[in-house]
């Protein structure tokens, strides 16, 4: 299984970016697909999930600006980020977890994808 995050890129503070994990190798319905970012000099932290069945989202709190979508039939995984600030600055990576349970915990996952860069200017 291969994950490919991208659309990352600099924004200006109260902007947006859309990023999209691409899943090969095995279809994403069936797993649980997270999204963690780590800034730097900071430990990996979870952003949001899309549960295994794609109907429940679980999300960190953002006060609301992220959202977490997926679409099965292109395999592939959206976080929808809204009103970035400064503080989003960070690698957002997209993971992949078979189990159904911690998914905050980045221990659940089984894949990862190499990690898209989003800075936001203040």
């Known amino acids: 299984v291969q994950l490919q995050a991208s659309g990352g890129g600099l924004v200006q503070a109260g902007g947006s970016l859309r990023l999209s994990c691409a899943v090969s190798?095995?279809?994403?319905?069936?797993?649980?697909m997270g999204w963690f970012r780590q800034a730097p000099g900071k430990e990996r932290e979870f952003v949001a999930v899309?549960?295994?069945?794609?109907?429940?989202t679980d999300v960190d709190s953002v006060n609301g600006r992220f959202t977490v979508s997926r679409d099965n039939a292109q395999n592939t995984v959206y976080l929808q980020m809204n009103r970035l600030q400064p503080d989003d600055t960070a690698v957002y990576y997209c993971a992949a977890a078979g189990l159904r349970s911690n998914l905050r915990d980045t221990r659940t996952y089984d894949y990862w994808g190499q990690g898209t860069l989003v800075t936001v200017s203040s």
């Open positions: 190798g095995r279809t994403v319905s069936g797993y649980a």
């Open positions: 899309s549960s295994w069945n794609g109907v429940g």
